[in-house]
């Protein structure tokens, strides 16, 4: 599925929430039931703010895995 920058799109893995992407792109199915997990950070997010949040970014990373594997 082709992304357009700044088009709205209608994603969630636990409900409805809009995807607005800053960059074109697209989103395909894994072919080799391998995943790749990339994360961008805004411009405001430092070192220290990640550090502070490693907990709750380590959890959501786990249960995006999880859903994965359930539905791959």
């Given amino acids: 599925m082709a992304m357009n920058i700044g088009g709205a799109y209608l994603v ?20 080799s039931g391998q995943v790749s997990v990339h994360f961008h950070f805004g411009a405001s997010a430092d070192a220290a703010a990640i ?10 990373v786990a249960r995006a895995v999880a859903y994965g594997r359930r539905n791959l």
């Fill in 12 to 31: 969630g893995e636990r409900g409805p929430e809009v995807f607005v992407p800053r960059q074109s792109g697209s989103i395909a199915q894994p072919s």
């Fill in 51 to 60: 550090s502070r949040h490693q907990g709750q970014i380590a959890a959501a």
